[in-house]
């Protein structure tokens, strides 16, 4: 099965600034979603964008997909403290279960 | 509600003894998951049951077995721990099924932290 790869690695931002992590992966898709992780605890969902949708909002966060470049952008805005985590994306394909990237560790320095 | 409740948080085994990793959801869910997630590495799916009665391997399931004692209760069992099985270990629960109608959103535990010795 195929695995989202995260880029960057790690990323560290000061408080209020945007922080813009992406994804990209192999094959087609049904959808892609995105979880994130705080230190010592399990994954939280975040957001899902499906494969013939290019753009999702939620809150401060902002999800696109471009599937003819078989990539994704999570974008969130005025970054805080309390956004400091792992995120990660998740790849929804023909076989169902969902495949784990290994993630962006987020660092928002006060 | 509680969600998906693990346990132990945390074990220290030695190689060779067995242990099983219990996992409870109260949201009906029909499927539920395992996975192991180790630094650098990302999640990997152990064993995954995608409604009750029924188990597939994921992407790792050497080493492991699971039981989907009912529809609230998925258990992981490591019967003889290796050194290689330190990690720590989700269970997760999603309502998808063997025919799932929607998108397969998943609902994590908070997660067990084994070594093995």
């Known amino acids: 099965s195929q695995q989202g790869e995260e880029d960057p690695q790690a990323l560290s931002i000061q408080e209020g600034e945007n922080a813009t992590m992406n994804c990209s992966y192999k094959t087609s898709i049904n959808n892609l979603q995105w979880y994130r992780q705080n230190s010592g605890r399990g994954l939280v969902h975040l957001i899902l964008i499906r494969s013939n949708e290019r753009e999702k909002h939620s809150g401060r966060l902002r999800v696109t997909l471009d599937t003819s470049k078989k990539s994704s952008s999570l974008l969130i805005t005025a970054s805080r403290a309390a956004d400091t985590a792992s995120y990660f994306c998740a790849l929804s394909g023909s076989a169902r279960q969902l495949t784990f990237g290994s993630g962006t560790q987020l660092t928002v320095l006060p | 509600n509680a969600g998906v409740t693990q346990t132990p948080k945390f074990q220290v085994l030695k190689t060779g003894q067995s242990m099983t990793l219990q996992c409870a959801q109260d949201?009906?869910?029909?499927?539920m998951y395992w996975y192991r997630q180790d630094p650098g590495m990302g999640l990997r799916l152990i064993y995954y049951?995608?409604?009750?009665?029924?188990?597939d391997k994921g992407e790792v399931p050497n080493g492991y077995n699971v039981s989907r004692l009912n529809k609230r209760e998925f258990s992981l069992r490591l019967e003889s721990a290796a050194p290689s099985q330190t990690s720590v270990y989700f269970c997760?629960?999603?309502?998808?099924?063997?025919?799932?109608?929607?998108?397969?959103?998943?609902?994590f535990g908070a997660g067990s932290r084994l070594t093995v010795l």
């Open positions: 997760a629960s999603s309502p998808a099924g063997i025919y799932p109608s929607g998108a397969n959103v998943l609902t």
């Open positions: 949201m009906n869910h029909n499927s």
């Open positions: 049951s995608a409604s009750e009665g029924t188990t």
